[in-house]
């Protein structure tokens, strides 16, 4: 592979970092952890209605600890989920062309980020009997790319206008109140099913896969509930809620046990 230097310095300085970042990860296999791992590969994007779907391939590389996704910007970190997903559900405004960045990371170091442009359809999600948009897309993971679901048992409970809230008790149509305010939200159950969970305390579970804040950003509940946090088998309904806001700050909701989970609309 060949590289123009430019003769301004600055752009110089920009193409050689470049360079050693897009060869980090070549340099020597027996650095293991210490050496930078290889990105994601395959990194696909779809758009249903109000969302983008992207997917990725994991990279021949035993040191991956899990994988970062990057919006508008490579600073503007707003997810984080484990080795083991190959996903990330993003809302976003629909037919509003969005830029995204996907990388993979060890105990050490961050692979090189993959761009990919996320364009969400032009659907509206509308109330029966009204007119103006559809009833919704979601895109499905493509054939071959892991696939996860984000949701909790019925008995943890969220946090509403009337207090906290069983998932199980919930109506279809209610509001939450969250960290900025009060807004519309609406249930989403999955099931009823066999389910890997995590046990947060008390029989409250949790998928892997459910996006939970960690004081800095979100992270998979896999991440976020470590080894002593036991697993377990759930037979049955799990649910989920779709908080309806096109800001991005407000798309989270409140655990009865203090815990803050994204929202995800499947």
Not at 169 to 188: S, Y
Not at 190 to 215: N, R, S, Y
Request: proline fraction near 9%; charged fraction near 20%; hydrophobic fraction near 30%.
């Amino acid at each position: 592979m060949y590289y123009s230097i430019p003769k301004d310095p600055k752009k110089a300085k920009q193409v050689f970092q470049r360079f050693l970042a897009e060869n980090a990860s070549i340099a020597g296999p027996s650095f293991s952890g210490r050496r930078r791992p290889k990105p994601p590969v395959s990194v696909q994007s779809q758009g249903g209605t109000g969302e983008v779907l992207l997917t990725w391939l994991a990279p021949p590389d035993p040191s991956i600890n899990g994988y970062n996704i990057y919006q508008d910007t490579e600073n503007n970190r707003i997810l984080t989920v484990d080795s083991t997903t190959g996903q990330a559900r993003i809302k976003a405004k629909p037919a509003t062309p969005t830029g995204y960045y996907v990388s993979s990371f060890n105990a050490n170091q961050e692979s090189v980020k993959v761009p990919i442009i996320g364009n969400p359809t032009s659907d509206l999600y509308v109330v029966t009997g009204t007119s103006g948009g559809t009833s919704g897309t979601s895109p499905t993971v493509p054939p071959g790319y892991t696939y996860g679901t984000g949701c909790f048992n019925g008995k943890v409970t969220v946090k509403t206008n009337f207090g906290f809230i069983k998932f199980g008790d919930l109506p279809w149509d209610f509001e939450i109140e969250n960290n900025t305010g009060r807004h519309p939200a609406k249930l989403i159950i999955h099931g009823p099913a066999v389910w890997k969970m995590i046990d947060m305390g008390e029989g409250w579970l949790v998928t892997p896969e459910h996006p939970i804040f960690d004081g800095e950003a979100y992270v998979t509940a896999s991440v976020r509930f470590g080894d002593e946090f036991p697993r377990t088998d759930f037979q049955g309904p799990v649910f989920n809620l779709s908080v309806e806001s096109e800001d991005e700050k407000d798309l989270h909701y409140i655990l009865g046990n203090g815990y803050v989970a994204h929202n995800i609309r499947k």
